[in-house]
């Protein structure tokens, strides 16, 4: 097996200067660096990273702890996020916690063991007093979710904004008994989104018939679950805010399957635009999250974290969200083509 003094030899350079090469050093010439490449590669030599971590003391790992990996929201977040942490030499660990508080401090011992250099939480199932001493071990960057009293840096989307654009489009495409679903009340999240919805209510409120509430939204399931609890309930909405385009798609196509006409009989609004909404037919009207710049701005946080090792620092960065109008809030369909 090759050594580092052989490669070293073979380039014609000190072992010094074959180190800095293998470990990005600045300040090292275009032609020493291609001299040692081709002799890595003559003699088939592979740097020995877990060692060059040891002394750095880093992993170069980041956990991303999210509560459902078949989401295809956190899905297409991770791959952004992946993307980013690359750009840094960075590889991730993918944690489910399946929204149980003990698997999230489960996971949380990866930073105590020193197993990564940072944990990214894309939700938050414990009380931050619980969370907060992992701090002495490495950074936390949340995201996706906002609690005040977190002295981390915090990415979050506008989700106030989000559902008051969506309740204020169906009211003006003239729907008139709304209902408005959620994941769990006790988040945040869902919270700043009915406080979103009852804004766009309040501010139309001559328009409004009716307004009703229904928990426990986050699958496909609990969107088929939602349209058998409307019938049962003969609540008879003219339009329902999904809160997901899981959700949504759920409702579409058990209210197809009782033969109720998207949107003429019932309007169906969706939240992440995900590709559901895109291939459910009618499209599912949606709200775009930019789920690309988000990914970068929270590795960028992360790497500044580990680099200057100030864990503790409240920052906040939250981006604004789009209305994507498809063919099911749409009569008109053909408005759409």
Not at 155 to 182: M, P, S, T
Not at 246 to 267: C, F, N, Q
């Amino acid at each position: 097996m090759s050594t580092i003094e052989d490669v070293a030899k073979l380039a014609g350079l000190s072992r010094t200067t074959v180190s800095r090469v293998i470990n990005n050093h600045p300040y090292v010439s275009d032609e020493k660096k291609k001299r040692v490449q081709l002799a890595m590669k003559h003699l088939g030599f592979v740097p020995n990273s877990a060692a060059r971590r040891l002394r750095k003391q880093k992993t170069e790992t980041i956990a991303v702890l999210v509560p459902r990996i078949t989401n295809p929201f956190f899905s297409r977040f991770i791959e952004a996020i992946e993307i980013a942490a690359s750009e840094h030499k960075y590889k991730l660990i993918i944690c489910q916690t399946r929204y149980l508080p003990e698997k999230e401090m489960e996971y949380l011992q990866l930073l105590s063991t020193k197993q990564v250099d940072g944990i990214i939480l894309c939700s938050l199932e414990n009380p931050w007093e619980d969370v907060e001493p992992y701090l002495q071990h490495g950074p936390i960057v949340l995201c996706n979710e906002y609690i005040e009293e977190a002295n981390v840096p915090t990415v979050k989307f506008d989700h106030a904004q989000g559902a008051y654009i969506a309740a204020k489009h169906v009211l003006e495409q003239g729907y008139r008994n709304l209902i408005f679903c959620r994941g769990n009340e006790t988040k945040v999240v869902s919270q700043q989104r009915k406080m979103g919805f009852l804004r766009a209510i309040t501010e139309k409120s001559r328009e409004v018939e009716a307004i009703d509430f229904l928990e426990n939204a986050f699958s496909w399931d609990d969107g088929k679950r939602i349209f058998h609890e409307v019938l049962k309930d003969k609540k008879n909405p003219t339009a329902i805010l999904a809160g997901g385009d899981e959700v949504a798609a759920g409702i579409i196509s058990e209210a197809k399957r009782h033969d109720w006409s998207i949107p003429d009989d019932l309007a169906v609004i969706g939240f992440d635009n995900q590709i559901l909404s895109q291939i459910t037919e009618p499209g599912i009207t949606t709200i775009e999250q930019p789920i690309d710049e988000m990914a970068r701005k929270v590795v960028d946080l992360m790497m500044d974290k580990i680099h200057t090792k100030n864990y503790r620092k409240k920052e906040l960065y939250e981006f604004e969200l789009e209305l994507l109008v498809k063919g099911s809030t749409m009569k008109d369909a053909m408005l759409l083509a």
